[in-house]
């Protein structure tokens, strides 16, 4: 794991364990030895972390917020650090390719669901200002995705916090079997959407969130992905001059 470098981020237990020469269950269980759930929860802990300049004097606690100010150092700074750390481990060649796939996309369908609907709307809204024909999920039926039709160059682009969301998988599953694309925008680690996805944009994860129960603030990196998708295609179809 400490020669893998970087690279440990995209292992798996079975490709750690062709690596060491060791049963996959070994691989578990070294984890679990050095303080980890499993190989997931050590990814988690061996991505980087940023150094972010701070304002002077300690950032205050969840439980210690007093005033609107201390609110708004909370939320900055956490924020701030998500980017950061967006900025240092997401892949510029699975970006570079899921603009390429989107640019030449005969339609494109988002898919989502809670939270990660707010991110669906914000792909929707800016793919289709620059002339991509963009649809969304809104309803999530079973009998509604067995009939849905694709043809070579649709591309499904789906976003999940956990990478898990079993409707949003069956929504991917059933794309990928029809001929369709997948972009995922998932966390780092392994994850069902990951295993079926063409293209992964990997963004940070915080657990349980960094306000306990909810993951508004480190949203903030798929709603960014989003932004560098819509960006690289607006200077790719020659708008930035226009």
Known sequence: MLSRGAALLDDTIASLAQLSGVSEPTVVRFCRSV???????????????????????????????????????????????????????????????????????????????????????????????????????????????????????????????SGDNALVVDIVADAKRKGAAVIGILPWGESRLHKLADVALQVPFRGNGIVPGHHGLERTAQIAIVDMLFTGLYVRRGLAGA
Do not use: N, W
């Open 35 to 161: 303080g980890f759930s499993g190989m997931k929860e050590l990814k988690r802990a061996a991505l980087p972390v940023p150094e972010v300049a701070r304002p002077e004097g300690r950032q205050p606690q969840l439980e210690e917020l007093r005033t609107e100010d201390d609110v708004v150092s909370f939320v900055t700074t956490h924020k701030h650090h998500v980017l950061e750390e967006l900025h240092r481990t997401l892949d510029r060649g699975a970006l570079a390719e899921a603009i390429r796939l989107l640019a030449a996309a005969r339609s494109v369908r988002v898919a989502g669901l809670g939270g990660s609907a707010v991110v669906v709307r914000h792909a929707q809204h800016y793919f289709r200002r620059i002339g991509i024909q963009c649809s969304s999920y809104a309803v999530y039926e079973p009998d509604d995705i067995a009939v849905e039709r694709y043809a070579p160059g649709d591309v499904v682009l789906a976003v999940s916090y």
